[in-house]
């Protein structure tokens, strides 16, 4: 008998579709190539300045070098309660209904592990952000995806339906607005509708908040626990990793139902020690910090949106400009409609030097399509478009 070195959970998951792209965005570089990189939402910008600063005072403690906390060091829920009241008007017990997260990422998948039985079915958008997905696969539950590209109005009617004809029901959705990869964004009555749905069927919702601060034009984004009721049946992740340029960090939260938050706390306390607590108190600085500081931020991705929208368009290469997100989706352009969205992206990479995300990364749907993320500065943008440029000759 062969030594086992793989789990048939393991087996499941497909090639993961952006080694290939970062293979060849990685050999460009090594022959001298200089490759304007779109591929992945990781922040360029500094983590801000205070917070640097208190990580370095707190890391001087000796004491701040034992073991944390799971669940997260008291001071720091505290402070993700403040910055709901603050922010959305809304009550978080800090000691029941909030739970540290190592990222958004760890904090979904350890959340599917704590709710997610197996078999179970599990409504999500497609496209959509790849943990969104693995969360269930990894629990051992059943994708129920739903279309997501027409907007929200047709997601909730994609969503009655879908609930309608799975059998058996599904226990759980798993929705995130302003959206990965599609930049879908919704107003709180969307919020209020969801609650109205999940609750007259019980079903959890898990809303992923964390693009809560990439906002433009004058949009605000809703906070899912904002609307009356969400408490009820569901819970809040949100990520440090772009408000506060904290990516490398590992750093969030999630909130809201406190039995959601128990459970999710339980397994955590076997799977981890939690984040470092010098990590956790920066956070603490970070999380209490002026709302102007996050006006600055979402400045800079709003100009950076316009440069590369305005040049995109202005090259024959439609695309619109998002109300919120660091990203822009776009569909293949016609010229090279034939190509699927991974050779569009290698093709990129090789003529351009511009490495982006093929659509078909974030699920089926997301064939067709391009995702770029504004992770790199107004001349660099520049650059790339006169790069782009090149192929619509």
């Not at 004491?63 to 709901?84: D, E, M, N, Q």
């Not at 995806?145 to 799975?166: C, H, T, V």
């Not at 904002?226 to 909130?255: C, H, Q």
């Not at 929208?309 to 090259?315: F, L, P, S, T, V």
Request: with cysteine.
């Amino acid at each position: 008998m062969p030594l086992q070195t793989e789990a048939n959970l393991i087996k499941k998951f497909p090639p993961y579709l952006f080694a290939r792209l970062n293979a060849e965005k990685l050999a460009a570089r090594h022959k001298g190539e200089d490759v304007i990189d779109f591929s992945m939402g990781n922040p360029d910008n500094p983590t801000p300045q205070p917070v640097v600063d208190k990580l370095i005072e707190v890391v001087q403690d000796k004491k701040s070098h034992r073991y944390s906390t799971s669940k997260g060091i008291p001071a720091f829920l505290r402070a993700v309660s403040r910055w709901y009241e603050r922010k959305y008007g809304v009550s978080i017990d800090p000691k029941t209904e909030a739970v540290s997260a190592i990222g958004s990422k760890e904090g979904l998948a350890h959340l599917g592990l704590a709710v997610i039985n197996r078999g179970d079915k599990v409504l999500t958008p497609t496209p959509t952000y790849p943990i969104h997905h693995y969360s269930v696969i990894i629990a051992g539950g059943t994708l129920v995806p739903i279309s997501i590209l027409d907007g929200p109005e047709a997601f909730l009617r994609n969503l009655g339906k879908a609930y309608s004809k799975a059998r058996p029901k599904p226990k759980i959705l798993i929705i995130n607005f302003p959206h990965n990869p599609t930049t879908v964004c919704v107003e709180p009555d969307f919020f209020k509708e969801i609650v109205k749905w999940a609750k007259k069927n019980q079903v959890l919702v898990v809303h992923d908040l964390a693009y809560a601060d990439i906002v433009f034009d004058g949009y605000k984004s809703p906070s899912f626990l904002a609307t009356p009721g969400a408490k009820d049946i569901g819970v809040e992740s949100f990520t440090l990793s772009k408000s506060y340029n904290m990516a490398g960090w590992r750093v969030g939260f999630i909130a809201g139902n406190p039995k959601v938050i128990a459970s999710l706390a339980k397994i955590k306390s076997y799977m981890d020690y939690g984040i470092f607590t010098p990590i956790q108190v920066a956070a603490i600085t970070a999380l209490d910090s002026p709302e102007e500081n996050l006006r600055k931020l979402a400045a800079v991705y709003q100009e950076r949106r316009d440069i590369m929208a305005d040049g995109m368009n202005k090259m024959g290469w439609p695309v619109d400009k998002p109300k919120a997100a660091m990203y822009l989706w776009a569909k293949i352009p016609q010229r090279y409609a034939k190509m699927n969205s991974l050779d569009f992206s290698m093709m990129l990479l090789k003529e351009a030097a511009v490495s982006i995300s093929p659509g078909s990364g974030f699920g089926s749907l997301g064939e067709g399509y391009v995702r770029i993320a504004l992770v790199e500065n107004k001349d660099r943008i520049r650059q790339a478009l006169r790069n782009i440029k090149k192929l619509f000759s």
